[in-house]
């Protein structure tokens, strides 16, 4: 987490390039670096000419052109590669650059060319815009929770972009690290006036491991529900229970920006219990598990619904219509048989008809039968009957097959529609209402099949 950056002593917290690459060179400039930085404009060269001597032209084209490359006025106004002082040479015509040796025979030069320079390109000194920066880091640290590493990185530019002197490194290592820590501890405490001192004991017992187990309760919460089963979906919706039962997900939190809570959720949902309990200060401990539980909970409805949408799709209707389907391949070949008699009787109908339309009935029944004997039609009529009865509903046996799958959602119907609130818009709002109604269903134990089918037409609905 950005809130953990290591604070003790100045500066520890930059890396050993950071340090180098402040207020200094480190290598040669590029080209493009060159022809930004240190290329001599009509004005910079009018300046730098009104100096007397090669020497003080040179030093002070120098320290015009580093102040505009670092941000700051090196203390040795030579300290420079020699690309960069043959590069400012170059420009100013002096055949010898080593003459710029001369310009720290008086130091008071030096520094009055770093005040006309200050004034003259609108430089500020650090202490002008501290208070600026103090906030500008404040309202990021908040919003953002990005550590001391990320906020210096970004205040450099920030200095350098409104043309600030940059400081010593170690006053603004410290006072970045003193805002950004200040922001953080605002934080953990916001999250600590949200929840009473019970909630908060509640909190903290959930990191503690209880006698004879192996694990704290917050790792059990956190272990997501495996498997496509009803069994496994009834754990899945515990689990919800279970969370919600922590009464926290009504905790109002959107005082503090989401993405901190976010931030501290996830080190609640992957830290070790004893890391957790170990965290300081005490508020922290307390808003990280705050954010960890309001998460979960959501989480765990998530993780219940998608196991919903699983079980409902594989162990009920797509079992439903498999067995459906298997039903009808076994009465395929019976079916299949008959009709084809059926079909060979009234292609000779058919056929007769067309050749003479007054044809004898008596006649067409012996044309019939040197096809097909009549007690076989018959029997094929009452097998098409019985397979297929006029006006039967062709999703007649789909349901049944579902309703045969009650069983199943028996298991965890009542938990779906009590554990988990679900909200529906204008148009929706009868799913919802029948969603909700589930558990009385089950109550009511109305006759076998308006109980079963009834149930699971209102759970495939949704």
């Not at 960890?292 to 219940?304: F, H, M, P, R």
């Not at 339309?357 to 004997?373: K, N």
């Not at 988990?420 to 009385?440: K, Q, R, S």
Request: charged share 25%.
């Amino acid at each position: 987490m950005s809130d953990d950056d290591d604070d003790d002593g100045a500066g520890r917290f930059l890396t050993a390039g950071q340090i180098e690459a402040y207020g200094r060179f480190v290598g040669t400039p590029a080209v493009e670096d060159l022809e930004r930085f240190f290329l001599l404009d009509d004005v910079d060269l009018k300046l730098v000419r009104g100096r007397r001597g090669a020497a003080n032209r040179l030093g002070f084209a120098l320290q015009l052109t580093t102040v505009r490359f670092l941000g700051t006025f090196l203390d040795d106004p030579l300290a420079v590669p020699d690309a960069v002082l043959e590069y400012l040479a170059g420009q100013l015509g002096i055949r010898r650059p080593g003459v710029v040796r001369d310009y720290l025979m008086r130091e008071m030069t030096r520094f009055e060319h770093r005040w006309e320079i200050q004034a003259t390109d609108g430089w500020q000194e650090f202490s002008e815009v501290t208070d600026e920066l103090t906030r500008w880091i404040d309202r990021r640290a908040w919003a953002t929770g990005e550590g001391r590493k990320a906020i210096f990185d970004r205040a450099v530019p920030w200095l350098r972009q409104r043309r600030v002197l940059l400081p010593a490194l170690v006053p603004l290592t410290r006072l970045v690290g003193r805002v950004v820590q200040q922001s953080h501890l605002r934080l953990w405490e916001t999250l600590l006036e949200l929840v009473t001192a019970e909630q908060a004991v509640l909190l903290l017992k959930l990191v503690e491991v209880a006698e004879g187990q192996r694990i704290s309760a917050l790792e059990w919460l956190r272990r997501e529900p495996t498997g496509d089963t009803a069994t496994a979906l009834v754990k899945a919706l515990s689990r919800v229970a279970e969370v919600a039962g922590i009464g926290l997900g009504g905790v109002d939190m959107s005082v503090v920006p989401q993405r901190r809570v976010v931030d501290l959720a996830r080190v609640g949902m992957t830290a070790n219990a004893t890391a957790l309990r170990m965290r300081t200060p005490y508020a922290k401990r307390v808003a990280t598990l705050l954010a960890t539980i309001v998460y979960l909970e959501g989480k765990a409805t998530d993780d219940a619904l998608e196991m919903f949408d699983v079980v409902m799709t594989t162990q009920l209707l797509a079992r439903a219509q498999r067995e459906s389907a298997k039903d009808q391949a076994k009465r395929y070949t019976r079916v299949s048989r008959e009709a084809s008699k059926l079909a060979a009787a009234m292609e000779v109908v058919l056929t007769a008809t067309e050749a003479e339309q007054d044809m004898p009935i008596a006649r067409m029944w012996d044309l019939i039968e040197d096809v097909v004997p009549r007690s076989e039609l018959r029997a094929a009529v009452a097998l098409i009957h019985e397979v297929a009865p006029p006006g039967a509903d062709p999703e007649q046996e789909w349901q049944t097959a579902l309703a045969a799958r009650f069983p199943v959602a028996r298991k965890f119907v009542r938990l779906l529609a009590e554990t988990i609130e679900f909200g529906a818009t204008a148009d929706a709002a009868a799913v919802l209402i029948a969603l909700n109604g589930l558990p009385d269903l089950l109550d009511a134990r109305p006759s076998k099949t308006v109980c079963h089918l009834g149930l699971l037409q209102r759970l495939v609905v949704r």
